[in-house]
């Protein structure tokens, strides 16, 4: 069954837009389940962990590269060189060791 | 004379929002440039992926929307997967929904949350006192136009640009990913040890028999409600509302 590309992009966009606004039009006082609000607060954590590993260590053909990125960007991250040149740091390494490895 | 004094109000804070954009611009035009190129994997066109840019406002959730595409995934696990990793802008949208005066109308309140992005929310969160919505508009019209140029330009020169080059490209959405949840996990060391089980259990999903056949979708939104579900008994936040905020300017950036 082959599905239609535009269903997904509205799917994806009135998922994404109804999260946003909901919270800003009707919820006009702050959330006091701690549960709920503990679980909010971890799921952003858990959700890039996962995209990332192991996927980073797929993204090459070399799988030694993948893993030099993954803790070059945790580093650098952790130490807190930002958005921009984390990422540009886990692409440069990616990008050195195919040429070296080649 | 409020009427007048109010719009004057309006065009400083838009135009601030303009300029406090341009570094963010930049960002989202190198990530969003790699974006593209994931789009392009999952069978997109320039403009499909430009509309969903332009519709979506959002890193980690269109990629993993992409993959949804890229995997022919059915449209509930598109609505799953995306309601479960832009979790993050309902509790930023809450807290923007606190700064905001109440005069501030609904349809404005509709365009703040239409585009709350980790860093829209980080620039607009740390604004003394209330929240002039216009500075949004600023903020977002700036950098979201690149994030949809990006992503555009990321389909389109990912035909051309050689092999090696696009992988590199493609690792930056990584590494942007790392740069959002590190700083907290050195903050908050459950957090930083959340992230490595988190990574570890992943792994691990993606080796084991059984696990290893689900979607990568679908293995996302699992290990999320597993370890988030599990973090939120075992470590619940306080109540003071600091480990909120710091949740939610999780993807804050100086850039």
């Known amino acids: 069954m082959k599905n239609n590309v535009y269903i997904y992009i509205l ?89 070296v490895l080649r | 004379m409020k009427a007048e004094s109010n719009t004057a109000q309006a065009k400083k804070w838009f135009l601030k929002g303009l300029r406090d954009g341009i570094p963010i611009a930049a960002g989202y035009f190198a990530v969003s440039f790699a974006l593209g190129i994931t789009a392009r994997n999952a069978g997109l066109t320039w403009y499909q992926a430009t509309i969903a840019s332009l519709l979506c406002n959002a890193s980690a959730g269109e990629y993993a929307g992409f993959e949804v595409i890229a995997s022919h995934g059915s449209y509930i696990t598109m609505a799953l997967i995306t309601a479960i990793i832009s979790a993050r802008y309902m509790l930023m949208s809450v807290t923007l929904s606190q700064k905001l005066s109440p005069e501030v109308n609904t349809p404005q309140r509709l365009f703040v949350g239409f585009w709350v992005t980790d860093e829209i929310f980080g620039a607009s969160s740390t604004v003394p006192g209330k929240l002039n919505p216009h500075y949004n508009y600023g903020l977002a019209i700036c950098s979201l136009s690149f994030w949809a140029l990006g992503t555009c330009l990321g389909v389109v020169l990912g035909n051309i640009l050689p092999a090696n080059i696009v992988t590199a ?87």
């Open chain 2, 169 to 255: 490209l493609g690792v930056l959405l990584y590494g942007m990913f790392l740069a959002i949840i590190m700083p907290e996990g050195r903050k908050n060391k459950k957090v930083g040890v959340i992230i490595l089980i988190s990574m570890g259990v992943s792994f691990a999903f993606s080796r084991l028999p059984y696990v290893s056949s689900l979607s990568e979708g679908t293995r996302i939104i699992i290990i999320t409600l597993l370890i988030a579900g599990a973090a939120a008994f075992i470590f619940p936040v306080k109540d003071d509302g600091a480990d909120e905020s710091a949740a939610a300017a999780g993807g804050e950036d100086e850039i």
């Open chain 1, 11 to 99: 799917v994806m966009a009135g998922v994404s837009f109804l999260l946003r606004a909901l919270p800003l039009t009707l919820i006009r006082k702050e959330i006091k389940n701690r549960y709920f609000r503990s679980f909010l607060y971890y799921v952003p954590y858990v959700t890039l962990a996962v995209m990332t590993f192991p996927a980073i260590m797929d993204a090459s053909e070399h799988r030694i590269a993948g893993i030099a990125s993954l803790i070059a960007g945790m580093a650098a991250a952790y130490f807190g060189a930002g958005l921009f040149p984390t990422a540009i740091i886990c692409s440069v390494i990616i990008f050195v060791f195919g040429l």
